[in-house]
Every structure is written in C-alpha cells, then in structure tokens.
C-alpha cells in the first residue's frame, strides 16, 4: 500500500513494530482491530437503522389515526359547505330547539342582531358538548366567544356562564 510521504512518514513507526511482532501477536491485533471495526460499524450503521425500523410500525398507525381524524374533519366540512344556507330566524329556531333539548331549563337565550348569548347554568360537560355540535349542525351557529366557569362542588363537574354563538 502507497501513501504520502508525510503520512509514510508518520506510520513508519507503527510499521516498524508490526514487523517486530510475532505471528500470533499480528493475529490477535488484527482480530481486535477487526472486533473494534465490527463494533464501530454496527453502532454507527446497523444500530440506527434497526432503531427506525423498529418505530416505524408505532409512526405508520399514529399517522394513519391522524390521517382517520383529518378525513373525518374534511368530510364534516364538506357536509357544512354542501349544505343548504339557513337563515337567521331558522338558525334561531334550530339553537333554540336543541337547547331545549339538550340542555334543558339549564339554558337562556337572548338574541341581538346576527349573535345569540347563551347563558348556561350547571351544565354538565357531555351535554354541552353535545349541544354545541348540534348548534353547529342544525343550525349552522359557531362560537365565537366563551366564558365559562367549572362548578366543582357538585359531585359531577358542571359548567355555568355564557357562550356567544355567530348565527349565519
């Protein structure tokens, strides 16, 4: 093997004493050179590479949950954007109704101009979750402010304050 002269220079040493050693002292320096070499390759290529492949699987469901989840909302606001426009007075109809049904007497609605104010009194959350999605459904309303405030002296948590739904 040809090198620089300034690097034939520097190795001349090592050469040197790889000339004094014996021939079982040459192998046994080559294995562990080889054993270092194995070692430095697997950590620095195989590792890594093993690693990834190994989290592929747990990366590939997480993204086909989000990927699930997104076409959901896209097929949600599809729905929205085909439906037919409501106006105002059936909107108001339609929050109102499902007020009614979802929250029951727990529910005041006041209406000034293209707003509603909702004002809330010891809701539970699933209703009121429930009651927002079917706002948003029926009667094409959104949210556009909240002021809520969690009751935790009850047994369950209850919601009360006020939301202000946009109607369209």
């Known amino acids: 093997m040809k090198f620089p002269s300034h690097v034939a220079h520097q190795l001349a040493p090592l050469f040197a004493r790889w000339q004094t050693l014996a021939p079982r002292e040459r192998l046994l320096v080559s294995l562990a050179s080889g054993v270092v070499a194995l ?3 697997w950590w620095l290529l195989i590792a890594p590479a ?3 492949l190994h989290s592929a699987e747990q990366q590939r469901t997480l993204l086909d949950r989000q990927l699930q989840q997104m076409r959901s909302l896209q097929a949600q606001a599809k729905a929205l954007q085909s439906s037919t426009k409501v106006s105002t007075d059936d909107a108001l109809r339609a929050l109102e109704s499902s007020a009614k049904q ?3 007497n727990t529910a005041q609605i006041s209406v000034v101009g293209d707003r509603a104010s909702v004002t809330l009194k010891s809701v539970s959350p699933d209703a009121l979750a429930q009651w927002l ?3 948003r459904v029926n009667a094409h309303a959104l949210p556009i402010e909240a002021h809520l405030v969690q009751n935790t ?4 948590p209850r919601w009360s304050g006020t ?6």
């Not at 939301?163 to 369209?168: D, K």
């Open 39 to 41: 070692a430095a390759f």
């Open 50 to 52: 093993l690693q990834i």
């Open 102 to 104: 979802r929250l029951g």
């Open 133 to 135: 999605a079917q706002a």
């Open 153 to 156: 002296e009850a047994s369950a």
């Open 163 to 168: 939301v202000v739904m946009r109607l369209p």
